[in-house]
């Protein structure tokens, strides 16, 4: 079974490793430097899958949440939780590679863009859910209250995104998109997406297991008492 | 009330294969509890072996994690509310809002029970438990014996059939403990199914027909009263939490 | 008609008390005054600046007094085990649901009514109008939708006051957004087809968020 587990997570950080280096060589060898904004534009190649796995990450806490909430078996808090760890990492990082690109783009490091600001409000939810758990005191009841808000806070993402867009008066897709992607600009974007999304299961599988791990040590360590 | 008795098996409390764990904690492995109507039945055990969680899952307060429980001949999972009419709780917590008086705390809970002829009803409680006059003072400013006797109308309002007590004598002093039982007797044209935990064992060898030990979250000692007396329950007790901790 | 009979028990029982403590009304109503005065030394009292500002201190006004009343929420509960004393009660969890939210709305709209007038009056910017009184009923029943899930969630943990805030804040982002931007268009006398939008947010957040909270607040109250 063990070993099982170690041959998949073993070919997934194969995968991982060969797209890595492909999307690095796309990306500084293979796709063109962009006309207005030069170089600085390659940070888009790593912004659009930061944002993407913060969504991602927060996808599968709401669904471990709910069969969480349904039927209280542990293994689905274990998934929802470690995905968030996962997922409030990839969401700093989206900020931080946000502000970087900010700072040639519009003069600024930080500015109250739409994405920019629904990521920072995503942020703060990923806070809220690691928040709620280290507050209480009942380990049981701290996974349920996280539970409730990886679910009240996925349902919450697209009223955040359609409020932020509006009060900036933007539409969605404006700037990045406007007048379309290169063909070659988009096969690297597909493939760094692709890239991280397995980089992504790898450090799941990982974190996963961690925590059982983490969760056997306990039960044994009660057992011991 | 005859037809409810015969429709249905003559055990006020049947539980089968209940656990129930919190996360990575387990706090009940396999109950396995028949209880017949009319019984009192004291279940001892240390502090952690499970006695609460029992209780609080029998009051619909907690899910269990697995088995089955059927209360009064009603499965405990389907008919929830009709359950929580026939069941009645005291812990060591009083239910009562300190910022409402006596009669609007037992007004507030005989609408919550539906119960007909709410006035006369509440009256009538708290002749049983005495006290007439006090009842519109705000319950905080009361005394803590005679909140206990509010409580103790609490529980009576609803007319229960199956009275659970979680450690009563920590929350109630020894005056309301008696009145608790004599009330209960008071009361009793029909029988009162009592089910009650604690760790004193004199004072629970005195009210119940059955004993119960509870360690580490299983039943390990049912015995009838009448088969034994207090020094032999003393020394079972001694020889299971050793043996368990 | 159980149901409603019910729920209206549990609003009762709060009225009647806080009617002799006035812990929440009375109290946030003092909070949201001392604010809405606080802001006006931010603003220097430069007229312009406060007209331009309205909504948003109007806004942050509610937010945090919405915090601190949901806040207090579950107090009366929690002593002397009164959550309890209702979950042995033959009412769906449902019930407690309904009647401690409508509870916190019927405080937190009896709040910002009386802080309207005050605040028109002390900012010299008329903020009374049935377009600011629909955004007030639309963004407050959002507040409490998720705010008595949270406030709930937050009588269990460790430093309560501090965690209410950190979950309630994020979540109704939405809300405030909405709120400000609406109040905004109808501070500067703009149709209702202008606040349309920001009202259809507010109107699908409160429908969203109250289903939502209804169908888990069960999982919250029990272990």
């Not at chain 3, 028990?9 to 929440?24: F, G, M, N, Y």
Request: hydrophobic share 50%; aromatic share 10%; net charge positive.
């Amino acid at each position: 079974m063990n070993r099982k587990r170690n041959t998949v997570r073993n070919i997934f950080l194969g995968i991982s490793s060969i797209l890595m280096i492909l999307t690095l060589y796309m990306i500084f060898l293979y796709v063109p430097v962009e006309k207005e904004m030069g170089i600085v534009q390659k940070i888009f190649y790593l912004m659009v899958p930061m944002g993407w796995l913060a969504l991602l990450s927060f996808l599968i806490v709401f669904i471990g949440s709910i069969l969480y909430l349904i039927n209280k078996d542990s293994k689905w808090d274990v998934l929802a939780h470690s995905s968030a760890s996962i997922g409030i990492l990839f969401t700093a990082l989206a900020l931080l590679i946000g502000a970087i690109w900010a700072k040639p783009v519009w003069g600024v490091w930080w500015t109250w863009e739409a994405r920019l600001t629904a990521t920072l409000v995503l942020f703060m939810l990923y806070v809220a859910y690691f928040m709620v758990r280290s507050f209480t005191a009942d380990e049981a009841r701290g996974a349920t209250f996280a539970a409730v808000i990886g679910i009240v806070g996925f349902i919450d993402i697209p009223i955040i995104a359609l409020a932020t867009t509006l009060w900036r008066g933007m539409h969605p897709g404006g700037i990045i998109f406007a007048g379309g992607l290169a063909p070659s600009m988009l096969l690297t974007l597909i493939t760094s997406l692709i890239a991280f999304t397995f980089f992504y299961s790898l450090l799941l599988m990982q974190q996963i297991s961690l925590k059982n791990n983490e969760n056997r040590l306990k039960k044994l360590q009660q057992y011991l008492n | 009330m005859a037809s409810r008795e015969s429709s249905s098996s003559n055990w006020a409390v049947e539980i089968q294969g209940l656990t129930k764990s919190f996360g990575p904690r387990t706090a009940l492995r396999g109950i396995d509890l028949r209880i017949t109507a009319g019984n009192s039945v004291a279940i001892f055990g240390p502090n952690g072996a499970g006695k609460t969680t029992l209780i609080k899952i029998l009051a619909t307060i907690l899910k269990p994690s697995s088995g089955k429980i059927r209360l009064g001949g009603r499965d405990i999972q389907k008919n929830t509310e009709e359950i929580r009419r026939l069941v009645g709780v005291i812990t060591h917590q009083t239910f009562l809002y300190s910022n409402l008086t006596a009669y609007e705390n037992l007004d507030f809970y005989s609408r919550m029970f539906d119960v007909p002829h709410r006035r006369e009803r509440i009256h009538e409680v708290l002749n049983i438990v005495g006290i007439p006059s006090r009842i519109h003072d705000r319950v905080g400013t009361l005394s803590r014996g005679t909140q206990q006797r509010i409580s103790i109308a609490r529980l009576l309002l609803s007319k229960p059939r199956i009275i659970l007590l979680d450690e009563p004598e920590t929350g109630l002093d020894q005056q309301a403990t008696a009145l608790l039982w004599n009330a209960l007797r008071l009361e009793g044209e029909e029988q009162y199914t009592i089910i009650h935990t604690t760790h004193n064992l004199a004072r629970g060898f005195e009210t119940c027909d059955r004993m119960l030990i509870l360690a580490r979250g299983e039943i390990v000692f049912d015995r009838e009263r009448s088969s034994m007396d207090l020094t032999d329950l003393t020394q079972a007790y001694q020889h299971f939490i050793e043996v368990t901790s | 008609m159980m149901f409603w009979g019910k729920v209206l028990a549990i609003v009762r029982k709060d009225t009647i008390s806080e009617l002799r403590t006035k812990e929440v009304v009375a109290s946030v109503l003092v909070f949201t005054i001392l604010m809405i005065v606080i802001f006006n030394f931010a603003c220097s009292a430069n007229y312009e600046l406060v007209k331009s500002m309205a909504p948003g201190i109007l806004w942050a006004t509610f937010t945090f007094a919405g915090v601190l009343s949901l806040n207090r929420a579950f107090i009366a509960e929690k002593e002397q085990g009164c959550l309890e004393g209702l979950m042995v009660c033959p009412i769906s969890r449902d019930v407690i649901y309904v009647g401690k939210m409508v509870t916190s709305l019927l405080f937190m709209l009896i709040i910002e009514m009386v802080t309207l007038p005050i605040f028109t009056l002390l900012f010299n910017v008329n903020v009374i109008s049935l377009q600011l009184i629909a955004i007030v009923i639309l963004a407050t029943v959002g507040f409490v939708a998720v705010g008595t899930l949270f406030s709930a969630i937050a009588i269990n943990t460790r430093a309560r006051e501090l965690v209410l805030p950190i979950l309630f804040l994020p979540v109704v982002v939405p809300v405030v957004i909405s709120a400000v931007k609406a109040s905004g268009l109808a501070i500067a006398g703009e149709p209702w087809s202008q606040l349309y939008s920001w009202l259809l947010i507010l109107l699908s957040f409160d429908v969203i968020f109250i289903t939502l909270s209804y169908l888990i607040f069960n999982h919250v109250i029990e272990e």
